[in-house]
């Protein structure tokens, strides 16, 4: 049986990867993920969260010296479930194939931690939360978030856990952001930090593909300036900027081993235009298994905090970064062109600048954006090494 990474390199469709998934093994059998209410913050747009719901799941045992926690953090549409099976669906976390017994991110060595982000929509506080005022759902009465928002709920968490300092933060595209946020702003409180196909700040073309996602959702006649119901939800909207971002997370070359320009079935009568390309099918059914589970105004607040995250917001010259202690090993993919290497190689320098320690990997992977989530040996290897050796260095 297929791992869940490899589903992705595949990508099966429709019923056939249901089953795959329903039928998959995990080294970690059935996870749970656990829900807390935590004191509040205060949001950099100056709103007073009372208090936060965080969902998230830890696997493994945090050592008696404290000093083997590793915090995961997710991309756009990940959630606190990383690695085990779903206990109500079956289904494998987002990271199976990289968390486990004896995998990239050893849960027989180390403490991880994941939990679903602040303005998510999968148990932690974000926009359908109740909003204590009204008693209805926040939707976009929901302050603005940002990237150091979401850090900050993340560090109410593990103060919840009592973990003086992380180990390492390791997270990916958006992930990835949030692990810069903790080496800059908690510098004290991180060793090690793995950022991986992401960047300091979006470009005009990533802010571009996230504004094309939130009009087809806005401009959904179901929107409501936010305020739908569970029985009318933009979810046309939602499925069309799904399909505009599974595109920029793939390359060319992998559409065109995948699909090519195979036709998915014969034309139908009803068929307003005959041809029905297989990569078309694709879309569509991301599309409309995206919208079962995941909420359009999250989606709204959380790729407008992706175009407002500038990581050297208010710090300028060569002492930016000065401060931070971590150490790092930065990857990016040579077929990333949501998130190229040249955003990565910035990023390298600008620590450099500042004699931070690290170390940096340029893929070969023809796999496009998503090569972090797909087998993929060689950043197995690069990521295992790197953790293993920087524990090593603790003296454990």
Known sequence: MQNPSELNKNMLEGDLQDQVLKDYHSDLGITQTHGVKLAGIRTQS?????ELEVCYQTLGVLSPRKDNAILIC????GNAHVAGLDPQNRRPGWWDFHVGPGKSIDTDKFFVICSNILGGCNGSTGPTSINPITGRPYATD???VTIRDMVAAQVRLVDFLGIPKLFAAVGGSMGGMQALVWA????????????????????????????????????????????YDDHHRPEHGLAVARMVGHVTYLSEYSMHQKFG???????RPE?????????????????????????????????????RFDLLEGRHGRDAVRHVQARFLIISFESDWLYPPSQSRELV????????????LNLE????????????????????????????SLGA
């Open 349 to 360: 320098k600008t620590l450099k600048r500042s004699n931070v320690a690290v170390t940096y």
């Open 184 to 227: 800059l702003d908690y510098p004290d409180r991180l060793h090690a930090c793995i950022p991986i196909a992401t960047c300091m700040a979006h470009s005009p073309m990533q802010i571009a593909f996230n504004e094309v996602g939130r009009q087809a959702i806005m401009t959904d006649p179901n929107w409501r300036g936010g305020h």
């Open 142 to 144: 929901f302050p603005p």
């Open 271 to 307: 068929d307003l235009f005959p041809d029905f390309f297989s990569v078309e099918s694709y879309l569509k059914y991301q599309g409309e298994s995206f919208v079962k589970r995941f909420d359009p105004n999250s989606y709204l607040y959380i790729t407008k905090a992706l175009d």
């Open 365 to 392: 992977t023809p796999y496009g954006h998503d090569s972090f989530l797909i087998r993929n040996p060689d950043f197995s290897r690069a990521v295992s090494h790197f953790l293993n050796s920087e524990y090593r």
């Open 261 to 267: 320009r195979k036709l998915q079935r014969p034309p």
């Open 46 to 50: 100056g709103y007073d969260l009372k």
């Open 74 to 77: 997710h991309a756009l549409s």
